[in-house]
């Protein structure tokens, strides 16, 4: 699965999260932003920035 970070715009590691499944929270393994999980289709994964009410 591809997901393309919409903050830094690296590609993020899914590998460590085989079950991703929409509504989960993950963390970029490159800027360390919280991505919220909005759709899975096929290979490609879509997700927004979850504000953390910083
Ligand atoms: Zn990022």
Redesign the pocket.
Known sequence: MNLI?P????K?DLTRFPNLAPADVIE?D????TLGIENISGEEVTAEIVDEGK
């Open positions: 970070c903050e830094c715009k690296n993020v970029c490159h800027c360390g932003i």
